[in-house]
């Protein structure tokens, strides 16, 4: 079954009782039981929704994998991901990455006695040189978050591998319409489903997908004893905005393009960092691991002075300053003082990441719009 199929039939049956199309909303907390132990494989709300498990079947099929656990956040799921580990474990990731997972590393797991290593993760060699009999995770981003570094997942699993160390990949930038991860030999894929699974910024909420069954379990017990998941409304969402992720993911790739092109052209920038771009080794890993390029792109402006980032931004009127991505309008951040201000100037400065940078969510409004957008915001500034 073809992607597209997939995203619209995995996992979704006519409800029983009335034939309707659509999964209901099962809006209970429990369960009746003829008897102790006698259900109809729901107990509990917490432990099983009906409309949650629709959902996770259709998240699993659209990775290639056999099990799917959606939680109440992105973070949610991070966080259950890391409790799989112990005090004395160590985790390596990439040095450039979402602020959030950045902050439950070090300011969270590490009093627990969890230590994480980050290291420029597209340098295999970096990434060796970090992993050792320590090593129990080893943690994907990639596009990274915002310099869209492109990480090459079969290597980095290659690596971990030796070590007898699980791989984690986030893949809420891609989704599975672009990647999948488990096929290149991950362990579990992370989404932040707040994005672009869901695509409408109506939801807030995070998912983990496995193939292993026993892997799944654990994550299940964690899920059970912890209780971070998402209500039955915001998985009815969900599974309607999955609906159209390949025809939406289309758009944003072309809407993508479209921008970083005209960035790349334009007097007043800088750089432009997008995966797509030619002639650069991230251009011939995305290739070989992606579908197309995505609708997330970074640029800096020429001078890096914060201040006229702030001016850019208070500007626009098409794109919309937030925080988030993924949703089908376009949106703007600055992410040294908004979605990676948990991370200390010197760490960011040291991945590119500069004061004047804007990060930009292309949704999939008419691209004309969009650039004549930038093209007046970018124009407040003196030359």
């Not at 320590?134 to 915002?146: G, H, S, Y």
Request: hydrophobic letters at 40%; aromatic letters at 6%.
């Amino acid at each position: 079954m073809k992607f597209g199929t997939k995203a619209i039939h995995a996992g979704i049956e006519p409800d029983p009782a009335t034939g309707a199309i659509m999964t209901p909303i099962y809006q209970t907390s429990t369960y009746v039981q003829s008897s102790p132990g006698k259900h109809k494989g729901f107990e509990y709300a917490r432990t099983q929704n009906p409309t949650r498990l629709a959902l996770e079947k259709n998240l699993a099929a659209l990775e290639n994998g056999t099990h799917a656990r959606c939680f109440a956040s992105g973070m949610a799921a991070e966080d259950t991901v890391i409790k799989l580990l112990k005090p004395g474990d160590e985790v390596v990731s990439t040095n450039d990455l979402y602020g959030g997972t950045y902050r439950i590393f070090t300011k969270v797991y590490q009093d627990f006695g969890i230590k994480s290593h980050f290291v420029p993760m597209s340098d295999l060699n970096k990434v060796r040189e970090k992993i050792s009999a320590k090593t129990k995770m080893v943690w994907i981003e990639t596009p990274t978050n915002p310099m869209m570094h492109i990480i090459d997942i079969a290597e980095v699993v290659k690596l971990a591998k030796e070590a007898g160390a699980m791989v984690v990949v986030d893949n809420t930038f891609a989704t599975p319409y672009l990647q999948n991860p488990l096929d290149l030999g991950a362990d579990m894929v992370l989404h932040s489903i707040t994005k672009y699974l869901g695509g409408h910024s109506d939801t807030v909420m995070g998912a983990v997908i496995v193939k292993d069954a026993d892997l799944d379990a654990r994550l299940g017990f964690l899920q059970n004893s912890c209780g971070a998941v998402p209500g039955p409304q915001d998985c009815f969402l969900v599974l309607r905005g999955i609906k159209t992720l390949h025809v939406r993911m289309q758009r944003h790739c072309e809407n993508g393009r479209k921008i970083a092109e005209y960035l790349a052209s334009h007097d007043k920038i800088k750089k432009v960092y997008w995966p797509g771009q030619e002639n650069t080794e991230s251009y011939e890993i995305a290739k070989k691991q992606m579908k197309d390029f995505g609708g997330m792109l970074s640029f800096v402006l020429k001078g890096d002075r914060m201040e006229d980032a702030f001016k850019v931004l208070e500007h626009l009127k098409v794109f919309s300053l937030a925080e988030s991505l993924g949703g089908v309008e376009s949106l703007a951040g600055h992410p040294a003082s908004m979605t990676h201000a948990s991370i200390p100037r010197e760490e960011r400065m040291k991945t590119g990441l500069s004061d004047s940078l804007i990060r930009l969510s292309v949704g999939i409004e008419d691209a004309e719009d969009l650039i004549e957008d930038l093209e007046q915001a970018i124009g407040v500034l003196s030359s």
